[in-house]
């Protein structure tokens, strides 16, 4: 017998759904549903600088209009802050994060930062200041190297690449709350899927990077580990995935198009990508 399974879609409400996010949603709804189980939806508008209420209104029509259903309320991370907040002090009392005053620009300037898989990685200049003023305006980061020494060797599944030794270190120090919100993605996602009981996270192979720093989480929280399943990514005529920064072309336009829902559906359900676009290699 087929274990349940519970699964989420968790878009950020920053701009209309596209057709990567059709995808997303699609193989998360399917995966729950094929097991006789929970597909939940999660709006992360952590951002409040680029929220905005009508993407919350559009995100739950497009998934209506593509005939997917989502079980139980709607959960909102911006009604979540006090679980986030309780999570960085946890961390903060075992002295595992610490404050960044820095700027993106500053790093960018910083010739001791060294590159990563995603871009200069956090050179580490705020770890291990004597007396911070915490008056100021302040991000606070993990402290990786010590946490990795706290936890030991970690492993997480992915459903193609097999078992993952977790390597947070290829990010560096990540934010853990930011300047201008009181958490990040990273803490967020990892607190949320933990206590919505969420078991198998379905999501596409750009944040297959973040699971190593999600796991590192995990650990140190004492928070259950989900099984991954990192999709292929969606490709445009450009050769880049699709993003809401490409300008990529918004359900919202596709239905304005008269295109008919199943049209985008069944090729995803199908393993191939809809209206003539393809899906990355890797």
């Not at 802050?81 to 907040?85: F, G, M, N, R, V």
């Not at 050179?123 to 770890?127: A, E, I, L, M, Q």
């Not at 201008?180 to 958490?183: C, I, S």
């Not at 005529?237 to 699709?242: F, I, V, Y």
């Given at each position: 017998?087929t274990?349940?399974?519970t699964?989420?879609?968790a878009p950020?409400?920053?701009?209309?759904?596209h057709?990567g996010h059709?995808?997303?949603a699609?193989l998360?709804?399917d995966?729950a549903?094929?097991r006789?189980?929970?597909?939940l939806l999660r709006i992360e508008?952590?951002?409040?600088g680029r929220?905005?209420?009508?993407h919350?209104?559009?995100?739950?029509e497009d998934?209506?209009?593509?005939?997917?259903?989502?079980?139980g309320?709607v959960?909102r991370q911006?009604?979540r802050?006090?679980?986030?907040?309780e999570a960085?002090?946890?961390?903060?009392a075992?002295?595992?994060v610490?404050?960044?005053f820095?700027t993106?620009a500053d790093i960018?300037r910083?010739?001791?930062a060294?590159?990563?898989?995603?871009g200069?990685?956090y050179?580490?200049?705020?770890?291990g200041?004597p007396d911070p003023?915490?008056s100021?305006s302040?991000?606070?980061r993990?402290?990786?190297?010590?946490?990795?020494a706290e936890?030991?060797p970690?492993?997480?599944?992915?459903?193609?690449?097999?078992?993952?030794?977790?390597?947070?270190?290829l990010l560096?120090?990540?934010?853990?709350?930011?300047k201008?919100?009181?958490?990040s993605?990273h803490?967020?996602?990892t607190?949320d899927?933990?206590d919505q009981?969420v078991?198998d996270?379905?999501?596409?192979?750009d944040?297959f990077?973040?699971?190593?720093?999600?796991?590192l989480?995990q650990?140190?929280l004492g928070?259950?580990?989900p099984a991954?399943?990192?999709?292929r990514?969606?490709i445009g005529?450009?050769?880049?995935?699709?993003a809401?920064r490409?300008?990529?072309?918004?359900?919202a336009e596709?239905r304005?198009?008269?295109?008919?829902p199943k049209?985008?559906v069944?090729?995803?359900r199908?393993g191939?990508a809809?209206?003539?676009?393809?899906?990355?290699?890797?």
């Open positions: 017998m274990a349940l399974s699964t989420r879609f950020s409400p920053t701009g209309r759904l057709l059709a995808m997303s699609v998360a709804h995966f549903r094929s006789g189980g929970t597909f508008d952590i951002d409040p929220t905005r209420e009508e919350v209104a559009g995100i739950e998934l209506r209009w593509l005939g997917l259903k989502w079980d309320p959960v911006s009604r802050l006090s679980l986030y907040a960085l002090e946890r961390l903060n075992r002295g595992l610490y404050p960044c820095c993106r960018a910083s010739a001791s060294p590159h990563g898989p995603e200069p990685i050179p580490g200049t705020c770890r200041l003023d915490l100021r302040h991000a606070w993990l402290d990786t190297a010590r946490a990795l936890t030991g970690l492993t997480w599944d992915d459903a193609d690449a097999g078992e993952i030794e977790a390597r947070p270190d560096g120090d990540v934010v853990l709350a930011r201008d919100a009181p958490t993605y803490l967020a996602v607190v899927d933990a009981g078991t996270v379905v999501r596409g192979r944040l990077l973040s699971t190593h720093v999600h796991r989480l650990a140190l928070l259950p580990t991954y399943h990192h999709h990514l969606m005529p450009d050769g880049e995935r699709l809401k490409h300008g990529a072309l918004s359900l596709l304005a198009q008269g295109v008919d049209d985008i069944e090729p995803i199908a191939c809809p209206l003539g676009f393809r899906l990355s290699d890797n």
